[in-house]
């Protein structure tokens, strides 16, 4: 049988399911309080061993090796060519702030063009708050830490890993309002 090993025998999670079949319903409650009393504790001693691996980071470049060090490669590949998309638009934005000419780059050779892939680039993954690291050892303070590691924007995969997925907000908006300005 396919659900089975190879010697006949059930599989742990086929024997859980046989014994869960014949409790009671006060048995069952009572192994679902078990259960979820263990994962507590497994996610309490998960935080603890977190917080005292945080608390000797002295620096932001030691925690973002550190949660680099923890991504699939996959993963941590993707971060790195999506980072070198954002540095190259970034390079491109600081260029046109500067009054730089343009027409050598060998991606965006005019205004519009660029412009456009600015502005392709935020809808497609939004802006991202750089600024963030003004807080300093911000992974020092648990609670903020958790929230930053459940949100998914790039603010947060900023902070938590050094690597950009979207254009950092201020330059986006000094661009804009450069733009906007009269001639």
Do not use: Y
């Given at each position: 049988m396919d659900e089975q090993h190879s010697g006949g025998t059930?599989?742990?999670?086929?024997?859980?399911?046989?014994?869960?079949?014949f409790l009671t319903p006060a048995h069952r409650l009572a192994k679902e309080k078990?259960?979820?009393?263990?994962?507590?504790?497994?996610?309490?001693?998960?935080?603890?061993?977190e917080q005292k691996?945080?608390?000797?980071?002295?620096?932001?470049?030691?925690?973002?090796?550190?949660n680099c060090e923890a991504l699939p490669r996959s993963e941590l590949s993707a971060l790195e060519i999506e980072n070198q998309r954002v540095l190259d638009l970034w390079n491109w934005i600081e260029l046109v702030l500067?009054?730089?000419?343009?027409?050598?780059?060998?991606?965006?050779?005019t205004l519009e063009?660029?412009?456009?892939?600015?502005?392709?680039?935020?809808?497609?993954?939004?802006?991202?708050?750089?600024?963030?690291?003004?807080?300093?050892?911000?992974?020092?303070w648990q609670p903020f830490y958790e929230t930053l590691k459940d949100r998914k924007d790039s603010t947060a995969v900023f902070a938590l890993t050094g690597y950009?997925?979207?254009?950092?907000?201020?330059?986006?908006?000094?661009?804009?309002?450069?733009?906007?300005?009269?001639?």
């Open positions: 059930l599989t742990e999670a086929q024997t859980e399911e046989i014994r869960n079949k078990r259960d979820a009393d263990a994962k507590r504790k497994r996610d309490e001693r998960a935080r603890e061993r691996e945080l608390a000797e980071i002295a620096s932001r470049e030691e925690l973002w090796k550190r500067e009054g730089s000419d343009i027409s050598r780059d060998p991606d965006w050779t063009a660029g412009v456009a892939a600015v502005e392709a680039h935020v809808a497609e993954f939004g802006l991202c708050n750089p600024e963030i690291l003004l807080l300093g050892q911000f992974w020092k950009f997925t979207a254009l950092p907000e201020i330059r986006v908006m000094q661009l804009r309002q450069m733009l906007a300005r009269p001639l």
